[in-house]
């Protein structure tokens, strides 16, 4: 998991991806693709246990999170063109322009005010997409690494009662 990730993750350039595009939905699916390639899951594992599997957030949201931290530091540039260019684009621009377009979108996913766009930490993205999953899929994500760990042979039931009842 840690060479995809380093080979796969580092997404150069997706601030300025269009991320209302199809094509982004894309790169998202190949990418599951390569996770349940990795650890071993069917093709039929579902979508949301995939981000939980990884302790990392879907790949469309950590894409949405990388969007919103871009046009954050372009509002707050130290270029007067550059912020001028980013808060035209947000407040007015917004449909026609692909950087209000992605704001909009994004300000929409995390159920954000576009007043408030500047507030959004990368933390509060976290804890909302976490919020979003129900407990369920948290549970069955956790069986599902149990058992994956016990066919790599990392963890053994007879492990487990060894440890739980000290035998």
């Not at 349940?36 to 949405?64: A, H, K, M």
């Not at 999170?65 to 035209?88: A, D, G, P």
């Amino acid at each position: 998991m840690r060479l995809l990730i380093s080979y796969c993750y580092s997404l150069y350039g997706c601030v300025i991806w269009d991320i209302t595009s199809a094509h982004v939905e894309k790169v998202c699916s190949a990418w599951r693709a390569g996770v349940r390639r990795v650890w071993g899951f069917p093709l039929n594992t579902q979508n949301v246990l995939i981000p939980l599997i990884c302790n990392r957030l879907s790949l469309y949201d950590e894409i949405r999170k990388r969007v919103l931290t871009f046009i954050q530091s372009c509002l707050l540039s130290e270029s007067n063109l550059v912020s001028f260019v980013t808060r035209h684009a947000v407040w007015f621009g917004r449909m026609s322009s692909p950087v209000g377009r992605n704001a909009f979108h994004c300000c929409h996913r995390f159920d954000v005010l576009l007043d408030k766009l500047l507030y959004v930490t990368p933390r509060f993205v976290y804890d909302f997409c976490i919020s979003k999953v129900d407990s369920e899929y948290v549970h069955l994500a956790y069986s599902l690494l149990e058992l994956v760990f016990v066919r790599s042979g990392s963890f053994s039931v007879k492990t487990l009662l060894t440890q739980t009842f000290r035998l």
